[in-house]
């Protein structure tokens, strides 16, 4: 037995705070107790795999001593687009590529241009969609790049910064174009009942309709959905001959000053549309430096048929030409 010296210890009661205290400690203890039953072992990541000889050879030791010339500066790149916004927003000649919401579509064509520029492209799919063998045997794609085009035309309208024609139905045309210029890449009877559904609906719209049904996608409204760059090409293709043309001569000048400044807005127009996001090539410098200069070329050759100056549009046209010829060599 242990002996005391002295008198044995007295174990008293607990009572009040002291004794609530000592219950709070004990059920911390049984709670951290039960935890520490149950707890996992801890999960840790697996070893890197062991690569053969034949995957890491493919790979350089070091890809920075690989490359060749500086890093891009993604800082600088922000900076020169957050410019190109702001110029394009006030209504300025922008090198910059990307046409953010707010962006003045007026200061690259005319209500005047957008509507002929549907007018024609209608007269295209209509001629294109008259009868089931043509459409079949090639009609098609003349159809499927006319209402492309007119897809795009709607879309600006959608988008225009400005009071238009069309402007509360224009992204629903839109993506009703869009969807049959998408569906015209092969001529089939269900294509070619859809072309000439929507050429009726076209003239509709032209006699004061208004299409049925909501936009597909307007809040993710993406424009190389609404027009393919093949169908843009294609439409720059006839604008370059008809410019080229316009300006040949002194005579033609002076007769072709609308169809001048028709087709030069909407060179003006496609180029500013194939630099948008969604684009393939819409980030790569040298691209959007290319559609920007044909955009450019495009607002000047407008200017200078107003202007009356054959010498200043021929100069244009020249322009616009080397800038789409150099695109092509490159991105073809």
Not at 4 to 17: E, I, W, Y
Not at 84 to 109: I, V
Request: contains cysteine.
């Amino acid at each position: 037995m242990l002996g005391f010296l002295g008198d044995p210890p007295t174990l008293r009661p607990l009572r009040g705070p002291r004794w609530l205290a000592a219950i709070a400690v004990a059920a911390l203890a049984t709670v951290a107790w039960a935890q520490a039953g149950r707890s996992r072992p801890v999960r840790r990541a697996l070893p890197p795999p062991v690569w053969d000889e034949a995957i890491t050879a493919a790979f350089p030791p070091d890809a920075f001593a690989d490359l060749e010339g500086p890093r891009p500066d993604f800082a600088a790149l922000q900076a020169a687009d957050a410019a190109a916004r702001d110029m394009a927003s006030s209504g300025g000649s922008a090198a910059g590529p990307l046409a953010p919401s707010g962006f003045k579509w007026s200061t690259l064509a005319s209500e005047e241009t957008l509507t002929d520029e549907i007018k024609d492209m209608k007269s295209v799919a209509s001629a294109a969609a008259a009868r089931a063998t043509e459409f079949k045997g090639g009609g098609y794609e003349r159809a499927r790049d006319a209402f492309s085009v007119v897809a795009m035309a709607f879309g600006v309208i959608a988008a225009y910064d400005q009071d238009i024609r069309w402007k509360r139905d224009a992204a629903v045309a839109r993506d009703l174009f869009a969807r049959v210029g998408f569906n015209c890449k092969t001529g089939t009877d269900q294509s070619f009942a859809e072309a000439k559904a929507r050429v009726a609906d076209l003239e509709a719209m032209l006699d004061g309709g208004a299409p049925e049904g909501k936009p597909d996608r307007d809040e993710d409204f993406q424009w190389s959905q609404a027009a393919t760059r093949a169908a843009l090409m294609s439409r720059l293709g006839s604008a370059d001959d008809r410019l080229a043309a316009a300006v040949a001569s002194q005579a033609e000048f002076a007769r072709q000053i609308e169809t001048l400044v028709h087709e030069a807005e909407i060179v003006a127009v496609i180029g500013e549309v194939i630099q948008q996001r969604d684009f393939a090539d819409h980030d790569d410098q040298t691209y959007r430096g290319y559609a920007a200069a044909m955009r450019d070329a495009g607002i000047a050759a407008r200017e200078a048929a107003r202007k009356k100056d054959q010498d200043a549009a021929r100069a244009a046209v020249d322009a616009m030409q080397k800038a789409c010829a150099a695109c092509h060599g490159e991105y073809r």
